[in-house]
């Protein structure tokens, strides 16, 4: 039976949850009508839906989609939490949480698992990349979603699930697995990659980051005191916490340097971080590594140590996210996250990149960035993302490889390696060659993919055959089409070098996880190698800085 709201104490609820804050809030004062009156309204509409409506209707989804729709028309930064996601809070913040340990991804109606964290309770019930998760505790996993099966994998320390997978070459299987702490490393691997140079990778800004990476560079330098040189591996790091990058920066600079400022619409708010302690080496040169996926906690500090000269910053422009969120509790175990604030780095530039109108990315015109100077003088632009002092260009993003990846042929190949080849590789010396296999591998997948160039070529006949001329261009749509193929395969030949790297670091993780990977990548990453001979070369090191 459907439950009828009593309308005026629906609208008081709502009143008195919302609009005794708006009263209270400094910036609805002009506003105070428009709010009680759009809150009425909303009330009117659930309430009505709720009574009328032909289906029966959960009240809880149906709210939950008005909110999402409410945070949708913001930035996509801004969001709802209901109770039974707030379990992620603890990742983001601290980078743990109570579950199993696995990243996964949807495929074909089902969870893949893609890897589960080295040490996690998923890696020590036997789980492995590739596997299918096809029930859970007896209850078909079809249809699922990553953040439904997310939610029943997490739950209490010691509580067990039980697990129906299929597996590449063994098929189906039922297994235990006990939750457990899951706790992620934020620096997966670190060493002395080239004489009298470090390297350390960071994956994300989650609690202990610059301890981490404190106690990295403590390691360095105790097996090696004459390190002169580090790289800081900041690629494909999404950000996190704030106050762990200005702990980073701390490590590197001064004592009461300002690393990033926060403004937004609450001026009471606005904030000044500033470096607390003394540096643990103020002199060491610094290579920050960078991407189009390196953002927010990562943009500030390369952002940060670009604009006081304290490193050259190399690789490709940043993501360009400078904004800052903060949560609200809003009861009942619900949270929001809220966009409060933009973040500055000690030049004064915000590198906000875009803009949102109706929860729509607009691009900052590069007539509207302003230009900016490092302490030694340096221009920088803001509203673009870090550009690197050192820009390499990307080679590796073909439709060929966005393809490959889409489809995952790298990790599938992966998998039927691992599953004839059980016996762990060697990260020290492994490199997968045997590139003629991979081919007879994509083959026998029948893998094939549209570039953008046979898109635009299938739309033109398309449009031919509506107007009744193809058969006058169909020679040379013909000529065209063969040729297209023809590059196809030459791109293939021309990222043989980059796919079998990706192989190569692919396999080690199935046997060493994340640490694998990269120690693999590291001796084919040709931006690496740019970073070492830069470091190499002081006076080049000097120049750019000054």
Known sequence: MKKIFNKPILIAGFIALTGIAAINSPFVTGNYFEITKNIEL???????????????????????????????????????????????????????????GVRFRLRDDYIMIMAPMDGSPAQKAGLKAGDMIMEVDGKSAKGKTEDELNSILQGFPGSEVTLKISRPAT??????????????KNVPHFEEISPNIGYIALTTFTKNAANNILDALKDLKSDNPNLKGLILDLRDNGGGLLNEAVSICNIFVPKSEEIVSTRGKVKDRDMVYRT??????????????????????????????????????????TFGKGLVQNFREIGYNARIKVTTAKYYVPSGRCIQAVSYVNGEPVPVADSLQATFKTRNGRKVKDGGGVQPDVEIPITDKTDLMKALDDKLMIFDFATDYVNKNPTPVDVKTFSFIDWDAFLKFLKDKKFTYESKTEHLLSQLKTEAEKS???????????????????EKQKDLAANKDRILSLLSGE????????KGRVQVKLKNDNEIKDAVELLNNPAKYNKILK
């Open 42 to 100: 909303f009330a009117n509409t659930f309430k009505e839906l709720n009574t009328q409506y032909v289906d029966e209707l959960d009240p809880g989804k149906l709210m939950k989609t008005g909110i999402d729709a409410m945070m949708k028309s913001l930035d996509p930064y801004t969001n709802y939490y209901s109770e039974s996601q707030v379990e992620g809070f603890r990742y983001i913040t601290e980078g743990k949480y109570n579950g199993i």
């Open 171 to 184: 098929g189906e299987m039922t297994l235990s697995v006990k939750r457990d702490e899951v706790n992620t």
């Open 276 to 317: 607390t302690m003394n540096p643990s080496d103020e002199k060491i040169e610094i290579v920050v590594l960078v991407n189009k996926m390196s953002a927010s906690a990562s943009e500030i500090v390369s952002g940060a140590l670009q604009d006081l000269d304290r490193a050259v910053i190399m690789g490709q422009r």
């Open 468 to 486: 009744k001329m193809f058969s006058t261009v169909q020679n040379e749509y013909s000529n065209l089409k063969n040729k297209i193929e023809s």
């Open 507 to 514: 396999i080690a993780s199935r046997f060493y996880y994340e």
